[in-house]
């Protein structure tokens, strides 16, 4: 088994848009599959046609575009053991349907839905298994001859798969052990419905991983309880020595740590639980983490951690190290709180990180929404000026107005809208700009106007070169009033900065005002 190439699936149902959960599986196959030098193959899993959400495979593969997570083949990407969409292999299970039923492994269940419905009422927690299969229509009740006929006449069925009672299940699972149920407590689940002629999840699911040689079957922990049953499955049709690993992600909690994260939790507290917006056939629009302004670096090393944890207190990985330190075997168990602040802590990480040139496209974008029409090299400038400040919040959890740092583009606009945009006029009662423009500003403002006026170069430094030692001569204080001109309240950068920015004729535009108008 060790010798095996390593193969590891992603198979979404496309009955919607993928959730962050989703995101993560197929974040740790990844990660799983570069480690191993293995391949990485998407898989759509739409045999449930009611389920079916037209767009949803084209959004989970421009999510998947957008994070960096990249597939070796499937659907979209080609391979050699295709097609990679499970509704169109109906010719392929139906094969290993027949099969299981020859050996007598699978059997035929004619009973209606009503009929079904009917038994559940009558009799308390109902299960199609073996003390109840001998009591329903099915070919192990009927006689030949009967099935026969009512095959002919066209009636609808199911098949079920026959399940032994009595016996320990074992799944070996990389990340939670020898998991042991008993097989007394499974259904005869049903694998395959004349209706549409299609396998339901189950084998479907078994018999693509088998047929693409899936070595690894990486995937959430609401899975596990299907897990016994794939056992059997894979023991049924023989395939047992080539039976794949399981690991079994824990689920990703709600950030308050009671229960299963959902949309609503994203909704209620302000964080998208989507990797792109997602547009719903109601029109309904749900929040992305595209959209949202996250980078797709920070979302990738932010879930990497949910989980999963290296031991060694690093947090920020690139997607290499996350693939060199990545280790199925210290995933935890127990499930992992969604701590959506900690995802903003990332995102000003790689805010940081990033050179303000790549940022600056999104934020003309954004400064164009406001109105603010101006170059890339200008925003990038703003980008660098303003990006390590802090900004005011109100916190969802406790409706409290709370800090944070700037961890997102467009925390920047409130924070930089002098940057565009000068004080057209002054409030003399504002409590900024009664305690800072005082007696003597003008005179001073007026001398500090005098002195850039006579730079011919108008940097930051220039200007400290000039100022600074007429302030130790004088005695000049001139920094709240400059900030009262230029900013018009208690905000900004460093006022050299800010006046570099502006360039020299702005700058003395403001003063001059400022000294006019105060
Ligand atoms: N189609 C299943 C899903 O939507 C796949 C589960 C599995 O990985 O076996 O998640």
Redesign the pocket.
């Known amino acids: 088994m060790s010798d095996r190439k390593v193969r590891v699936r992603f198979?979404?149902?496309p009955t919607g848009p993928l959730h962050i959960g989703?995101v993560r599986t197929a974040l740790y196959n990844y990660l799983f599959a570069r480690q191993h030098g293995g391949d990485f193959v998407f898989r759509i899993?739409d045999t449930d046609s009611n389920r079916f959400v037209p767009g949803a495979e084209e959004y989970i593969i421009e999510s998947f575009k957008w994070l960096g997570i990249e597939f070796d083949e499937g659907v979209s990407f080609g391979g050699d053991k295709g097609p990679y969409r499970q509704s169109e292999r109906r010719d392929i299970y139906k094969k290993y349907v027949d099969i299981l039923l020859k050996e007598g492994k699978a059997y035929i269940a004619f009973d209606t839905p009503e009929e079904l419905n009917a038994r559940r009422e009558t009799t308390a927690n109902f299960q199609y298994d073996a003390t109840t299969r001998g009591t329903m229509s099915n070919s192990l009740t009927l006689t030949a001859e009967e099935v026969e006929t009512r095959l002919n006449r066209g009636d609808q069925y199911v098949v079920r798969f026959k399940i032994e009672p009595g016996e320990e299940v074992h799944v070996d699972d990389l990340i939670r052990g020898d998991v042991v149920i008993n097989s007394t407590i499974l259904d005869d689940k049903v694998l395959y419905k004349s209706a549409d002629g299609l396998p339901t999840?189950h084998l479907a699911?078994i018999v693509d991983d088998h047929l693409m040689e899936i070595s690894h079957?990486i995937?959430?922990e609401e899975?596990l309880p299907s897990a016994p049953l794939h056992v059997l499955l894979y023991r049924a049709l023989g395939w047992e020595q080539t039976m794949p690993r399981f690991a079994h992600l824990p689920l990703l909690l709600k950030p308050t740590g009671n229960g299963k994260l959902s949309k609503r939790d994203g909704d209620k507290l302000g964080f998208p639980v989507f990797p792109l917006e997602w547009k719903g056939e109601d029109g309904t629009v749900s929040s992305g983490y595209r959209e949202s302004g996250y980078l797709p670096q920070a979302v990738i090393n932010f879930l990497a951690l949910l989980g999963w944890n290296p031991g060694d207190d690093v947090e920020l990985m690139s997607m290499d190290e996350l693939i060199r330190k990545f280790d199925l075997a210290k995933c935890s168990k127990a499930g992992a709180k969604f701590d959506y602040v900690k995802g903003w802590w990332f995102n000003r990480e790689y805010l940081l990180a990033t050179p303000a040139a790549e940022l600056a496209p999104d934020f003309v974008r954004l400064l164009a929404a406001q109105g603010i029409d101006t170059t890339p090299e200008r925003a990038a400038a703003v980008i660098d000026m303003m990006k390590t400040k802090n900004i005011e919040y109100v916190d969802a959890q406790s409706g409290q107005n709370k800090k944070r740092n700037v961890s997102f583009i467009r925390d920047l606009w409130p924070l930089c809208d002098f940057c565009f945009v000068a004080p057209t006029a002054f409030d003399k009662e504002d409590k900024f700009v009664k305690k800072n423009w005082k007696e003597d500003s003008a005179e001073t403002m007026a001398e500090v106007a005098r002195l850039l006026e006579s730079l011919t170069t108008f940097t930051a430094e220039a200007q400290k070169a000039l100022i600074d030692p007429w302030c130790e001569q004088t005695g000049a204080k001139p920094w709240n009033a400059w900030r009262v001109a230029l900013v018009g309240a208690g905000k900004g950068p460093d006022m050299y900065e800010l006046s570099a920015f502006l360039g020299k004729e702005e700058t003395l535009r403001r003063i001059r005002f400022a000294i006019d108008s105060l």
């Open positions: 198979a979404p149902s989703g899993e999840y699911n079957v995937r959430g899975w």
